[in-house]
């Protein structure tokens, strides 16, 4: 407004602006108290045949398209290519297909199989994937395919963003290709589609850096928790039924489910015990929480040739499931996000193998890491049902004191991103009040350690007892949905507490069954649509 001559100050211009627009101060003043405004209804319009024989002669001079067409989209961390310099968010998995460090043609599995691309267990597991060229006038590439189930049959859809040259440094230096020449200039509207494609295979294969890529849970409803509304409505208790049946298994219907059996015996635990909640309803995959994760806990990036090797080091991942029909894994019902990270188990299987104690349970119910006496065995990791414990391969961020382990040849060689990371001014990112691993040690979700320690350290400073929501964790912090929520659930009043008490039809703990007393929680997702339930978690090329 400055630069354009104005020198009245923004609330007053929005005041005057809009009292204009509804004519008056009581006008603009009801507005803001009923939070909207209420439009009269217009006349009656009157029928234009001439304005529809317009609009009939307008789609028939559209351009008829081919078979094929092509869609370019922006994935959720690169966006249109402002992203590309950021390690954090390349290495950041894509929301739906999970792959990060470049960009692919996603095809649908009908497009698969009419180019003669097996959907095998060679395809499911292996990096290598079939590359494809797209071409279109004069624009053509060359990218490894992800088939997606749920597609439109003849529809690429490829992210933009990528291919951005050696200039902006050595994150985005040939990652990807570039594929905005495919979008085209109507007047003053960009057209970020090609409907007149060919695609073609390009007999040859290429890598594919990938993070979830393991098994479906095909029937394995200890997993995660999904429904229809339909039938939520027809059996509420369906999920606090399949609980109360462990409680009775598992405690053989006498004593305490959760003190019988565990390392620790039966006792009263006072003081603090940390616990998270995590909504499937209103977690939509954005990530926000994962790169909150990696920014708070100095999380190594490990670079494109790291991940292919499938040494990520994220802390916290967001599985994806494709709930899809039995019999037809194309017919996508709908797709749910379940974060996952240590679920800091009361009777953890992690702790009781580990032959030098580094990894233990604290007071306040927190799994913890001593790094200095983690020997790197991995046992604790061969042990975790839920694998969300990571281990060091390499001296990712500088830490170590041999310059030797940053660039050996035992593991690899790294990347130049990982060698950036290591630059005197990259290491700048990285959080003080979080120890900084070196390499053969193993690290997990702590909780944000840090941040409740500091909360409790405030709070004693100034003689009073801890209060509900003051320490927060990185990723309840960062999600915008608050589908996180994370407390004392020693207190009865705490937020948590009553969002696990008021939603017992939906309350559930991953692989509860195996009675690792996890302290994590879900909410079971339940979609609005009409039918009964997919009846499976699962994930094509991917759980």
């Known amino acids: 407004m400055k630069w354009s001559g104005n020198n009245k100050n923004y609330d007053t211009y929005f005041k005057e602006y809009w009292q204009g627009k509804l004519g008056g101060e009581s006008a603009y003043s009801k507005a803001l108290q009923n939070g909207f405004v209420e439009a009269s209804a217009g006349g009656g319009g009157s029928y234009n045949g001439g304005a529809l024989s317009s609009v009939a002669t307008a789609i028939a001079s559209y351009p008829a398209g081919g078979k094929d067409e092509l869609v370019l989209y922006q994935k959720i961390a690169i966006g249109s290519g402002s992203g590309a310099t950021n390690p954090w968010l390349q290495e950041l998995p894509d929301t739906v297909t999970k792959s990060n460090w470049g960009n692919c043609a996603l095809i649908s599995m009908k497009k698969a199989e009419e180019l003669g691309i097996k959907l095998d267990v060679d395809y499911e597991y292996h990096p290598d994937k079939p590359v494809i060229k797209v071409q279109s006038g004069n624009n053509s590439v060359e990218l490894p395919i992800l088939v997606v189930p749920g597609m439109n049959a003849n529809t690429i859809a490829i992210a933009v963003g990528y291919g951005r040259g050696d200039k902006l440094g050595r994150t985005a230096a040939g990652i990807g290709k570039n594929v905005f020449p495919f979008a085209s200039l109507s007047g003053n509207t960009i057209s970020y589609e090609a409907i007149n494609v060919t695609v073609t295979d390009a007999k040859r294969k290429e890598k ?75 977690c939509n995959g954005c990530n926000a929480c994962v790169v909150a994760c990696h920014a708070e806990n100095n999380v190594p990036v490990v670079g494109k040739a790291e991940v292919l090797r499938y040494h990520d080091m994220h802390w916290l991942r967001i599985d994806r499931y494709f709930i899809s029909d039995e019999k037809n894994p194309d017919d996508v019902k709908g797709v749910v996000f379940m974060p996952m990270m240590c679920q800091h188990c009361d009777n953890a299987p992690c702790e009781n193998v580990c032959p030098v104690a580094a990894t233990t349970h604290s007071e306040e119910g927190i799994n913890q890491m001593a790094y200095n006496r983690c020997i790197g065995t991995r046992y604790c990791a061969n042990n975790c049902p839920y694998k969300v414990r990571r281990f060091n391969w390499a001296d990712y961020t500088g830490a170590d004191t041999f310059p030797n382990n940053q660039n050996q040849t035992v593991v690899g060689k790294l990347d130049p991103v990982v060698f950036q990371m290591n630059d005197p001014v990259s290491r700048m990112v990285l959080n003080p009040d979080v120890t900084v691993r070196s390499r053969g040690v193993m690290e997990k979700c702590s909780f944000c350690i840090q941040r409740t320690q500091h909360a409790k350290l405030q709070a004693k400073k100034e003689n009073r007892v801890l209060h509900d929501g003051e320490a927060k964790t990185a990723c309840q912090q960062a999600c915008p949905t608050n589908a996180i929520m994370f407390g004392n659930v020693h207190d009865k009043e705490s937020q948590i507490n009553k969002v696990r008490f008021d939603n017992p039809q939906r309350l559930f703990y991953s692989l509860e069954q195996l009675h690792v007393l996890p302290n994590v929680s879900y909410l079971a997702k339940i979609r609005n649509t009409e039918g009964v339930p997919g009846g499976t978690g699962h994930s094509e090329h991917g759980g």
């Open 208 to 282: 594919v850096a990938q993070t979830q890529i393991h098994n479906s849970y095909e029937d394995r409803i200890e997993v995660l928790r999904e429904t229809t509304l339909a039938y939520f409505k027809k059996n509420p208790n369906e999920v606090k039924e399949w609980r109360q049946h462990l409680v009775d298994t598992y405690a053989k219907k006498t004593g305490d489910f959760r003190k019988e059996g565990t390392l620790y015996g039966a006792h009263d635990q006072p003081g603090l015990k940390w616990g998270m909640n995590i909504d499937m309803n209103v």
